[in-house]
């Protein structure tokens, strides 16, 4: 069983306790720590992190291409550690696609039916299938060097779904898209998943791609998973400094404790006010103590000084066309950035001007450093 | 005459390069072949089809209107391209895993694997040919040893044997049999052969509907290599074949030499050449053309 948002689901991938070296001795590096994960049926579960970060080597682990040093792996409930990538019901869609150049589309996309042992009949019929639901239908005899890349990314695709498996392995397989294609592909990507039901484990170091797509973010840095959750908790409740830094923008400010409950906390703020916020789960802090909190620039507003949570001075101003960034000098020193939508007629803030600000209820997030 | 009459003078070297070096020499053979022998070897300026026919007919001595096969000539003919064919299977048989094994290695330990390939190539064939002799000859390194473990009573035969040259060929040729392989796999996503296990390919399905397909530029390429400089062989069958296994290389030679027969010599060089070229022709265009044609 694994636990999704809350709910209770069939586990697809079990990791415990796993972890992965490359090389012996001084020169060995540890790719993998301590991975502990679980995957539901049915999921489009992101591995999201910076390159480097293991992902890809956790993507490569689940795949069978590379065995996992320590730990278990188990999926669809067997233990599958020691098994090659033939032996798994688990298919991958490549960074760099890999379609076979000598064979056709609707070669390629019946290859593993084929090996399979499938017969004919069966594979024309999954090939016609799967072509029509990556809308490859006109091009089923092209050669991979007669299409577009993002055709060949659908061929991709549709590759490693036509043998039906239970997970389906996705290593980047919208970086070498231009921006336009992309767009459409997450939003086909998430059909795809949708229709078929099948479980989706997607690599990407591109956070807006793993918000928008993701029922469940991994963010991983080092070789560990520091943050697991929705993207509006990973967004909203970042835990870790990395995973703060890492997706969005966001301010850090280091405030003293002025009293705990529970799972909340009391900080308080620069100019003699309090405000709440969230304490990461298992985290003790000592009222006195200074921990690092986190706001989204979007989660605080401009109001009168009179009442406001805190007040700061304009440094200067960026425009970015949907919102203007403000950059802050809170009155104890702290930078602070605040996003403000635009509206016509709005009249400029301009530097030196002292503001009022308000922060959202339930904005402010500690960090467990 | 524009800019580009001065073009053309640029690539003027190379041309003159073409039509003397390659072309020339090819005309000559192609005119000696239709005239008269000489008496001490050369040509007489007669034109004559005498020696194209008898590449392929023989006139019985004593009555000369009685014409059979020219069994001979066409049995050594035989023998070339049969014994070029195995040596070209051997060649890619014992080649692919050499290859395999190179580009394999990681990237720095590369250039060290291909230059022990290359190594055969510092010391000269007749050398490198005399010291296979050495070693299977009757009483030579092979025989002393199988003698002196007991494993044979009598020394084994090998050499003057076709094996003897088949042996002698797939040594002198297998680096170019290795290089152009080495260099279709170098070329090769790895990662296609990852999607041919990920697709539920066992390890022979890999290496038959992916890696074969893949490579084959290099088996075409290095079979070219290997079949043409085999056919014409001269030194290996020589030295390791002896006098009684002659191949195409060594029956021209003798027309030049001792026969002193130019224009049979020369008729037999331009059949070996259109033999060449219509076995390349058959080659590619099965092998270069199967796979288009191959489904799923």
Request: proline share 7%.
């Given at each position: 069983m694994a636990v999704v948002n809350g709910a209770r689901v069939a586990a697809e991938i079990e990791i415990a306790a796993l972890g992965k070296v490359f090389g012996q001795g001084e020169a060995a590096f540890h790719a993998l720590k301590n991975i502990n994960l679980k995957i539901a049926t049915g999921?489009?579960?992101?591995?999201?992190?910076?390159?480097?970060?293991?992902?890809?080597?956790?993507?490569?682990?689940?795949a069978?291409?590379?065995?996992?040093?320590?730990g278990a792996l188990a999926i669809n409930g067997r233990q599958v550690a020691g098994q090659g990538p033939n032996k798994r019901p688990v298919n991958t869609v490549f960074q760099s696609y890999a379609l076979f150049p000598h064979m056709t589309v609707a070669q390629n996309i019946g290859f593993g039916l084929k090996m399979l042992g499938k017969p004919r009949s069966e594979i024309d019929a999954t090939v016609a299938e799967m072509l029509r639901l990556v809308r490859m239908e006109a091009l089923a005899e092209r050669r991979p060097s007669e299409i577009s890349g993002g055709q060949q990314q659908r061929v991709a695709l549709?590759?490693?779904?036509?043998?039906?498996?239970?997970?389906?392995?996705?290593?980047?397989p919208l970086s070498a898209l231009d921006l336009k294609l992309r767009k459409e592909m997450q939003g086909e990507l998430k059909r795809l998943q949708t229709e078929t039901g099948i479980t989706f484990v997607f690599v990407t170091h591109d956070q807006e791609e793993a918000l928008t797509m993701s029922?469940?973010?991994?963010?991983?840095?080092?070789?560990?998973?520091?943050?697991?959750?929705?993207?509006?908790?990973?967004?909203?409740?970042?835990?870790?400094?990395?995973?703060?830094?890492?997706?969005?923008?966001?301010?850090?400010?280091?405030?003293?404790?002025?009293?705990?409950?529970?799972?909340?906390?009391?900080?308080d703020l620069p100019g003699g006010t309090s405000a709440p916020a969230r304490l990461p789960a298992g985290l003790a802090a000592a009222p006195g103590s200074s921990v690092t909190a986190v706001i989204r620039p979007e989660q605080a507003e401009i109001a009168p000084?009179?009442?406001?949570?805190?007040?700061?001075?304009?440094?200067?101003?960026?425009?970015?066309?949907?919102?203007?960034?403000?950059?802050?000098?809170?009155?104890?020193?702290?930078?602070?950035?605040?996003?403000?939508?635009?509206?016509?007629?709005?009249?400029?803030?301009?530097?030196g001007t002292r503001l009022g600000l308000v922060l959202a209820p339930g904005a402010l997030q500690v960090l467990r450093d | 005459m524009g800019g580009n009459g001065w073009k053309w003078l640029l690539c003027a070297p190379a041309l003159v390069v073409l039509v003397l070096a390659a072309s020339g020499p090819l005309v000559i053979v192609a005119i000696y072949s239709f005239l008269s022998p000489g008496n001490m070897g050369g040509v007489t300026w007669e034109f004559s089809t005498e020696a194209w026919f008898r590449v392929f007919f023989r006139r019985d001595i004593f009555e000369p209107d009685l014409v059979t096969w020219n069994?001979?000539?066409?049995?050594?003919?035989?023998?070339?391209?049969?014994?070029?064919?195995?040596?070209?299977?051997?060649?890619?048989?014992?080649?692919?895993?050499?290859?395999?094994?190179?580009?394999?290695?990681?990237?720095?330990?590369?250039?060290?694997?291909?230059?022990?390939?290359?190594?055969?190539?510092?010391?000269?064939?007749?050398?490198?040919?005399?010291?296979?002799?050495?070693?299977?000859?009757?009483?030579?390194?092979?025989?002393?040893?199988?003698?002196?473990?007991?494993?044979?009573?009598?020394?084994?035969?090998?050499?003057?044997?076709?094996?003897?040259?088949?042996?002698g060929m797939a040594y002198v040729f297998l680096p170019l049999m290795v290089l152009p392989l080495y260099a279709a796999m170098d070329k090769m996503n790895l990662s296609l052969i990852e999607a041919g296990y990920d697709l539920y390919g066992s390890r022979g399905a890999v290496l038959w509907h992916i890696?074969?397909?893949?490579?084959?530029?290099?088996?075409?390429?290095?079979?070219?290599?290997?079949?043409?400089?085999?056919?014409?062989?001269?030194?290996?069958?020589?030295?390791?074949?002896?006098?009684?296994?002659?191949?195409?290389?060594?029956?021209?030679?003798l027309q030049f030499g001792q026969g002193r027969n130019w224009p049979l010599g020369s008729a037999l060089a331009m059949l070996m050449l259109i033999v060449v070229v219509v076995a390349l022709v058959i080659y590619l265009r099965t092998v270069g053309r199967s796979d288009g044609e191959r489904r799923v």
């Open positions: 999921e489009f579960f992101t591995l999201l992190g910076p390159s480097g970060c293991g992902k890809t080597t956790l993507l490569r682990v689940i069978g291409f590379e065995q996992p040093s320590t549709a590759r490693a779904l036509a043998p039906r498996p239970r997970v389906l392995l996705l290593d980047e029922d469940r973010i991994a963010v991983m840095s080092a070789g560990r998973i520091l943050q697991l959750g929705s993207p509006d908790e990973i967004y909203n409740a970042p835990v870790d400094r990395f995973v703060a830094d890492f997706i969005g923008e966001t301010n850090f400010l280091t405030l003293p404790v002025a009293g705990v409950s529970g799972d909340q906390a009391h900080l000084a009179e009442g406001a949570d805190l007040t700061a001075e304009v440094e200067s101003a960026t425009f970015f066309g949907t919102d203007t960034h403000l950059h802050l000098r809170l009155s104890d020193g702290q930078p602070f950035i605040l996003r403000r939508q635009n509206r016509p007629g709005q009249p400029p803030i301009a530097p | 069994t001979a000539n066409l049995a050594i003919f035989w023998r070339s391209v049969w014994l070029s064919i195995q040596t070209t299977v051997i060649c890619a048989v014992l080649g692919f895993p050499t290859a395999w094994f190179i580009a394999t290695r990681s990237p720095r330990s590369r250039p060290f694997w291909l230059f022990l390939i290359t190594i055969p190539f510092w010391t000269n064939l007749l050398i490198r040919t005399f010291a296979i002799q050495e070693m299977i000859r009757n009483n030579g390194t092979i025989n002393t040893v199988l003698l002196w473990s007991g494993l044979i009573e009598q020394p084994l035969q090998m050499l003057f044997t076709d094996f003897a040259i088949l042996l890696i074969l397909p893949l490579v084959k530029p290099g088996f075409i390429a290095g079979s070219i290599l290997v079949f043409i400089p085999a056919i014409g062989a001269y030194v290996t069958p020589r030295v390791l074949g002896g006098g009684q296994s002659l191949m195409l290389g060594n029956l021209i030679a």
